[in-house]
């Protein structure tokens, strides 16, 4: 059974940068697909970004483009999200998700995810 375990969240000052990770546990990320997504209180959760499971592919959202980069590690079976320019309004509950696929693309939908992580809280607050 995959199991992923989200880190390096915490508190921020506007202007900031955090790099949160995402481990993976009982499989390799090869052949998976992998997405970052955040929920804030009272809101819907949404997609952040996604990585193809060759890396090749990427998609932002618009809210963080230019700002978020994100990238893989097979060896290490790690996903990373680099935050820059941090902003109020990024603060949420950031999750990793997977789905296995060989495909060339990744998905904005959390629906077409398959396993997720226990989340890790950033907060961008002055």
């Known amino acids: 059974q995959l199991q992923l375990v989200e880190s390096g969240g915490g508190s921020v000052q506007p202007g900031g940068s955090l790099r949160i990770s995402c481990a993976a546990s009982g499989s390799t990320l090869d052949y998976y697909a992998i997405g970052w997504f955040r929920q804030a209180p009272g809101k819907e959760r949404e997609e952040v970004s996604c990585?193809?499971?060759?890396?090749?592919?990427?998609n932002y959202a618009d809210s963080v483009k230019g700002r978020f980069t994100i990238s893989r590690d097979d060896a290490k079976n790690i996903a990373y999200l680099q935050m820059n320019s941090l902003k109020p309004e990024d603060t949420a509950v950031y999750y990793c998700a997977v789905m296995k696929t060989r495909s060339n693309v990744c998905f904005s939908s959390p629906y077409s995810y398959d396993y997720w992580g226990q989340g890790t809280q950033v907060t961008v607050s002055s």
């Open positions: 990585i193809s499971s060759s890396g090749s592919t990427t």
